[in-house]
């Protein structure tokens, strides 16, 4: 071979090398770029929508799914406790068994990547759209297999054994770190939420949710309502049985109210006996029809005691509505009126005989009651 042949396949070879440097370069800043925004997601809704939708605009991927391992509803929980609904998340599937959905979780501990085979791959992807190549990342908690981002492309050459997974295995380690750091997270902030006698909501994340769930009917013309309960002659409980009794009550009181709601529901520990429900999307009728249910419910059969004693209880019941077209005022002040009439109804309903269901509508905001009117007392 002469010189100048030499210098011509040198040539080509160092214009090849310099496209595929020039890629793995922009590949890099891909990878880096979606770590970024991984590790800047402040919530698990983020992350989540990090994982997948994001993944899929930035690798220009045909296909992608994000199993999640929840046999416990945890991260499906955590979500519905910031009024995120499980379908949002139109990637990600929550499953019970990685090992069911497909027998190579068994043994996966790094990318796996090759030629998509039908139907052994099927259930990877919610519809599998002509797949010719597929990347599997695992991904690891504690050591542990809790999911997987699965990437599907319909070019037979885009994911291949012979193609190395450093980038991909690096992403994967990523995802593994922010899942856990973020359900942690997820965790605390709800811990601190939460009422831990009844596990409901405690009132200061219903002043949370309140403003949000305003903000939302004012967006979309919806109507909000709200449920007030209280558990009639509680205080009896409390004076001839003692407290633990009475703590026995409430905690029974919460499950069979929890029974009767929907996910997108804010059910709170408003304070001693009295339990306050935020209904997005509900109108006063809707609301009301709840409110007997609920009644219902907690009449349906007797509360055991520990001590051997059984228990009839009963429960008062006020509902208020905030109608969409009040949606212009100030979200606080439209929040504390809604409260407001709820607590009221329920003052009637104490008032009339207990065991029942009076409602109140907000017509404008000029009736607010005083604002001490939510702290007075009821009758027990």
Known sequence: MDLKEENRILRLRLKELTRKAVENQETLGRFYARELELLSAETLGELLSGMSEGLLASFEVDDIQLLMLDPDHEIRHLLSNNGIPVNAFPYVRFVDDLGVINQRFLRLKSPWLGPFLTPEY???????????????LPLICSNQLVGSINLGSQDANRFTRQHATDFLARLATICGVCLENVTNRERLLISGLTDPLTELHNRRYLDRRLEEELSRASRYRQPLSCLFIDADHFKRINDNYGHPAGDQ??????????????????????????????????????????????????????????????????????????LPMLGKSHHKELGNHLLACADQALYIAKSNGRNR????????????????SLDKKKGA
């Open 357 to 372: 269901i009076e409602h109140e509508v907000p017509e404008g905001l000029e009736k607010h009651p005083d604002k001490g």
């Open 249 to 322: 009550v409430l905690r029974e009181l919460a499950k069979r109210i929890r029974s009767q709601l929907r996910a997108s529901d804010v059910a709170t520990r408003y304070g001693g006996e009295e339990f306050a429900i935020l209904l997005p999307q509900t109108n006063l009728s809707e609301a009301l029809l709840l409110a007997e249910r609920i009644r219902l419910e907690v009449n349906s059969h007797p509360i055991y005691l520990d001590q051997g004693v059984s228990l009839q209880l009963s429960v008062s019941i006020g509902v208020s509505e905030t």
């Open 122 to 136: 099927n259930n990877l992807f919610d519809q599998p759209r002509n797949l010719k190549s597929i990347a599997i």
